[in-house]
């Protein structure tokens, strides 16, 4: 049986399901990496229309509002694979690693649509683009995320060399952007599903 919720029960799951979400990143901040597919699942539901369920955005009619963007542009002339969530920092013991960004100023407005199923945010080692629907979507249903990262190295203190998985940090910058695009908003005012008391 399928259950329609009204528009402040929605509001109310979308605000939990925000706090749930920061929550997670604490979490995975905190080095417990086994929650990045709890964070997927968590931000499929906001856009993730299938035969089932309609997205939450969807349901309260908040698709006009704009996502907040830290990805870099996608060169396509570019001979070398593409990493645009993430920045390479230096951590003293363990060498170079990629991390999520994290950072307010870097932020830029887009659309829904752009942010979530066109903006290339990975290109891999084959050529491979990877959107954040892609991403998240995989990760939410435990399907095997196929990435080529051969060309993807980086060092650690002792100058080893290792490949390394961008996946993780892209979904903690991409859960970033998600609690940065809703902080603030008012989803009663913004909501354009109607609702009659």
């Not at 856009?47 to 349901?59: E, G, I």
């Not at 060092?155 to 609690?179: C, H, M, W, Y």
Request: aromatic fraction near 8%; charged fraction near 25%.
């Amino acid at each position: 049986m399928k259950i329609i919720l009204n528009k402040p029960e929605l509001v109310s799951l979308l605000q939990q399901q925000l706090i749930e979400i920061e929550i997670l990143c604490g979490e995975y901040d905190k080095g417990t990496d086994v929650v990045i597919p709890s964070i997927a699942e968590k931000i499929v539901v906001f856009f993730h229309n299938s035969d089932q369920v309609k997205a939450l955005l969807s349901q309260l009619k908040l698709n006009h509002l704009d996502m907040y963007c830290s990805s870099e542009a996608y060169n396509f002339k570019s001979l070398t694979n593409f990493i645009g969530l993430l920045k390479l920092a230096h951590h003293a013991g363990r060498g170079w690693s990629y991390s999520a960004k994290l950072d307010r100023s870097a932020l830029t407005r887009v659309s829904q649509e752009n942010w979530w199923n066109n903006k290339k945010v990975i290109v891999d080692s084959d050529g491979i683009a990877f959107t954040r629907a892609k991403i998240i979507k995989s990760l939410a249903s435990s399907s095997s995320l196929l990435l080529n990262t051969s060309g993807w190295t980086v060092k650690d203190a002792g100058g080893n060399k290792s490949t390394i998985d961008p996946i993780p940090e892209t979904v903690r910058q991409i859960a970033f952007e998600l609690l940065e695009s809703f902080r603030g908003v008012d989803l009663n005012k913004e909501s354009k599903l109607y609702y009659k008391l």
